[in-house]
Structure formats: C-alpha cells, structure tokens
C-alpha cells in the first residue's frame, strides 16, 4: 500500500513532473538555480533563484512538501507567480518547516502554449535543528545460517537476499521469518534487490485496517504490521515489495502498467480508471495498487490470476519477474 486517500494529490505529481516535464526540453525553459537540488537548507526563508526563459511573460514558481502522514508523497503547498523581469523571490515566512522534504520547479507562462515550459525539478530539504535518527536493530549474535532459529534466519536472509529484518514497535518471530525467507527464495534478484529493509511494527496511524505500507521517501524499506503478519504475510510482503521495485529504478515500468491497463479521464485530477477489472477490488483503488495486487497473485496464486487477467500475467513473468513463473 503506498496511499489510501488523496491518491489525486499524487498523481497530479506524477502526472506533472513525469509525463509534462519530460516531453518539455529544461533546455529552453526556465530552471532552478539556488537552493541547489539536494541541497539541506539552514533557514526556513531561503531565496529560490532561476534562469531565464527569453519567451516568458510570467513565471509560476511551484513548491512541494513530502508529507510525514501520506506515505511520504509530496503534497502541493503553495505556488508564487512572478514578472518575466524577475528570477528570484524569497519565501516567505510560515511557509516552510524544519526538518522537511521539498520538490520546486518552475513553469515559464507563454503567450504561445496554455501549458508553458517546465523546467527540471529540484528536491531540498530544511534542517534548522536537525533531528539524529538511528532505527533499531534486533540483535544478530554470530552464528551459521541455522535455518531453525531467529539469529540464523536474520543472517540468511542478510546473507542471501541484502535484506536487513528489522525489528521496530514489534519483533520478528521464527515463524514469520521462515515464511519470509521462503517467499524471499521464490522470487528473482532483480526484484528482491528494491528492497534493502523490512520493519517489523505492531500497528501504524495510517489505519487499523494497514497489513504493510511502503513510505515513497524511503522506497526500499517496507513495514509490515501485526495485521500483516497475521493475515497474509507472504502475500504482503510480495505486495510492498512490489511498490519498492516501483519506486527503485523502475518506474517506467509501473508507467507502462498504467498505460497498458487503465486510462485517464482527466490528467490534472488524477481521475483514473482501469481499462479492464483489476483482479482484486483493492487494485481498484489505483494503477500502483493494480500492479502490486497483480505482483502478489502471480507469486502466491498464479493460477488465479492467469486465469482472471492472462495479459495482467504475462506483463508480470516478463517485467516484473524476468520471465520466472510458480
């Protein structure tokens, strides 16, 4: 699960800062400058500088906060329009917060195109009073790959797949981790490795009926909660797995899923709606979901699924999965 609500709010930037910005050359549009992309500001009233674009007749600057609730999806906060003689304007002051995540980019407004010209976008982050995080780790005492206990489960599965099994709110118990280890063993390299962390947690805020979550700011660690575990817990680990191999090096693919398999009404609300009925009713809610609802039958049902949606099942074997079937 990567959002259950506002699911609009992301795909508007996805939509724009994908499908809008790439077909644009930055080349001849206006680009920011300064906070540098990367960049860990010291002051929550930065200056944001640009180029110019010698076919502007105005400027709109855009800013986006990663949202610490939404999965870690970047949320529109707010937008500044500027004279074509200007490229620069200093935020102002409430506008930003410490510790935060941002994405700006700048549209070039026209007197020939509605849309404008897109320039690139660039991430930065505030860090007044910066806050030292260190997640927990269970307790990995030297030992061989004993498969029979916890100790020699948390290393083979280090050892085997680069996956680190961490203990947060909640801890990893031998059962889960031999469910875990033998999911781990079905599936290919090239999607095991999108994931580098599995936190072990006992509930989220994100709701009591949350099995996993992916947070899109940290795509290659997924967290699995009691409900999870209990429920279905190679079935969700494939799910978020899923959303980590999305996230990592892999978007054109999930792109090439929402083309292939659902259409757009409206670009700018994120009024999508399949082509055909996803599988599940929860790979309703969205393209993304579609996928990793579709990853996680082919692994754990994949008879299911080649009977319910066979194109679903071969775009899975041969993007998703390197051509290995169950």
């Known amino acids: ?30 680009n920011p400058v300064s906070p540098a992309s990367g960049e860990v500001l010291k002051t929550l009233t930065p200056e944001l ?67 404008g010209n897109f320039g690139k976008t660039f991430k930065f982050s505030t860090a007044v009073n910066p806050i030292h995080q ?43 981790l031999r469910v875990a280890y033998n999911t781990l063993s079905k599936l290919p390299a090239k999607f095991y490795s999108c994931t580098k962390n599995i936190q072990r947690i006992s509930t989220t805020s994100l709701g009591a009926g949350v099995g996993g979550y992916v947070n899109s700011g940290d795509p290659s660690r997924l967290y699995m909660t009691n409900l999870g575990v209990n429920y279905d817990l190679a079935g969700i680990i494939v799910h978020e797995m899923t959303h980590c191999f999305q996230f990592n090096g892999n978007y054109s693919t999930a792109m090439s899923w929402a083309n292939q398999f659902w259409t757009a009404r409206n ?21 993304l979901e579609d996928m990793a609802e579709s990853v996680k039958l082919y692994v754990t049902s994949a008879s299911t699924l080649k009977y319910k949606d066979s194109a679903r099942y071969d775009f899975v074997k041969n993007y998703v999965m390197n051509g290995m079937e169950f």
């Open 1 to 30: 699960m990567i959002t259950k609500q506002n699911f609009s709010f992301y795909l508007i930037a996805i939509l724009l800062f994908s499908f809008l910005i790439l077909p644009f050359s930055s080349a001849f549009a206006a």
């Open 134 to 176: 260190t997640p927990q780790q269970p307790t990995s005492p030297d030992t061989s790959a004993d498969l029979n206990t916890v100790s020699g489960l948390l290393a083979a599965i280090k050892a085997k797949f680069g996956i680190t099994m961490e203990n947060g709110t909640a801890e990893w118990v031998l059962s889960s």
């Open 267 to 287: 670009s700018y609300n994120g009024q999508w709606q399949p082509v055909s009925a996803p599988p599940t009713d929860y790979g309703r809610t969205n393209p």
């Open 49 to 115: 500088s640009w180029s110019a674009d010698k076919d502007a007749v105005k400027y709109d600057i855009w800013i986006l906060k990663k949202s610490k609730k939404m999965f870690g999806l970047y949320m529109f906060l707010g937008r500044s329009i500027r004279d074509a003689a200007e490229t620069k304007t200093k935020v102002k002051t409430g506008t930003l917060e410490d510790n935060s995540d941002y994405l700006w980019t700048v549209r070039t407004i026209t007197k020939s195109s509605a849309i």
